[in-house]
C-alpha cells in the first residue's frame, strides 16, 4: 500500500474511526493492549475477529525482550535533588528549563513517549557516552555514576509516565522499501543522511551510529508509531488530527531496516 502524507489532516472517515481506537490513551497502550489481549485470550476467546479491531495499538503487545530494561532506578526525593542541581549546571543550557528541550540545540527529554520506550540503560549510556558527532559530548569524566543515576532520576521525575513493554519482535523490514518512506519523510526534519541538528533539523541525528546502537527497534517502533510528544515528531500511525503521513506496520518496519542498514 503505498503511504500517503498529509499536509495537516485526513478525511473525516479516518478521523472518526481512529477517533475511536483511542478509547485507551489515558493509559500506555502497550499495557492496555496487553491487559486486553491476556483478558480476551482467557474469557472470552470466541471474539478474535472483533478483538482485531478494538484492540489499541496491538501491535505492540508482544512480549519484549527483557535486556534492555532492566536497569533499576529508584526514584527518590534526594536523588531527585540531585539530579535537579546537576541538570541547572550542566544541561539546562541546551535540553532547556525543565528538560523541555530546545529546537535544534537540545531535544526534549520529558516528552511522555520518549520517556515510557527509553530504557535506564539508555538514557546512562547516552550521558555517559554522549552522541559522538553532535554537540551531546560524554559526561562520565566529569560527573560520576551516582550522580548520572540522579540526572535520570530527576528527568524520570518531571512527566508521570510508565514504561512500557516494548516489542522487540524480529525486524521484518526492507531497506529497499524503506528507502522512498525515509527521503520523502523523515529527510523533511532529520536531515538527508539523518544527520539532525547539523544538518539545519528540527529532529535529531536518528541516521547516526551513536544514536542507533543505544536503541532497539523496539524503541524505535515505539517512537514512530506514538511521535515523540511535546515536540514536533508526531506519530505515523494515522490516528489524530496533526499526523503528517499514516504508515502502515510493515513501512514502518522498512524505514527502520533502512536506518539499519544505513547505519553511520
Ligand atoms: C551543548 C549542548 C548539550 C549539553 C550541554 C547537553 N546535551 Fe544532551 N543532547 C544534546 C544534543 C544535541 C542531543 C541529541 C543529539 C542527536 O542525537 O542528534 C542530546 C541528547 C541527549 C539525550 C538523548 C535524548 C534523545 O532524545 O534521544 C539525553 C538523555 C541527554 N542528551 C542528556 C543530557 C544530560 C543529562 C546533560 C547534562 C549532564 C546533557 N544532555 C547536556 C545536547 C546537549
Ligand atoms: C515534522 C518533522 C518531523 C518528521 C517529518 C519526522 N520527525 Fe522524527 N522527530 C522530529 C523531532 C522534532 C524530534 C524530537 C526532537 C526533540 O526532542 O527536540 C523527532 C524525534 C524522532 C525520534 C526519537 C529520537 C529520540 O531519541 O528522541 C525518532 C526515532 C524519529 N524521530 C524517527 C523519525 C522517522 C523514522 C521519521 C520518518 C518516518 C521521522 N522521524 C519524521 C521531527 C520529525
Not at 154 to 183: N, Q, W
Amino acid at each position: 500500500m503505498p503511504f500517503q502524507v498529509h499536509e495537516k489532516n485526513f478525511s473525516s472517515q479516518e478521523t472518526l474511526v481512529s477517533r475511536k481506537r483511542r478509547v485507551g490513551d489515558a493509559f500506555p497502550r502497550t499495557i492496555v493492549a496487553l491487559l486486553t489481549a491476556s483478558f480476551l485470550a482467557t474469557a472470552v476467546p470466541a471474539c478474535e475477529g472483533e478483538v482485531e479491531v478494538e484492540r489499541p495499538r496491538a501491535r505492540h503487545a508482544t512480549k519484549s525482550s527483557k535486556s534492555d530494561n532492566n536497569t533499576e532506578i529508584v526514584v527518590t526525593p534526594q536523588k531527585v535533588a540531585t539530579g535537579a542541581e546537576l541538570f541547572a549546571r550542566n544541561c539546562v543550557k541546551c535540553h532547556g528549563n525543565d528538560a523541555g528541550g530546545r529546537v535544534g540545540i537540545g531535544p526534549s527529554l520529558r516528552s511522555k513517549t520518549f520517556l515510557e520506550a527509553a530504557s535506564n540503560k539508555m538514557l546512562l549510556a547516552t550521558i555517559a557516552e554522549g552522541r559522538l558527532g553532535t554537540t551531546m559530548t560524554p559526561w562520565k569524566s566529569y560527573i560520576d555514576a551516582a550522580g548520572r543515576e540522579a540526572l535520570v532520576a530527576y528527568i524520570r521525575s518531571l512527566t508521570p509516565h510508565m514504561v512500557v513493554e516494548l516489542d522487540e519482535s524480529p525486524l521484518r523490514g526492507d531497506p529497499e522499501a524503506g528507502k522512498p518512506i525515509f527521503e520523502s519523510i523523515c529527510v523533511q526534519c532529520h536531515g538527508r543522511s539523518g544527520a539532525g541538528y547539523i544538518e539545519s533539523s528540527s529532529g535529531t541525528g536518528i541516521g547516526r551510529h551513536a544514536f542507533l546502537s543505544t536503541v532497539t527497534n523496539g524503541f524505535l517502533r515505539y517512537m514512530i508509531i506514538n511521535g515523540k510528544s511535546q515536540t514536533r515528531m508526531r506519530g505515523f500511525d494515522g490516528v489524530g488530527a496533526a499526523v503528517i503521513a499514516n504508515l502502515d506496520d510493515q513501512q514502518i518496519e522498512d524505514v527502520i531496516a533502512y536506518l539499519r542498514a544505513h547505519t553511520w
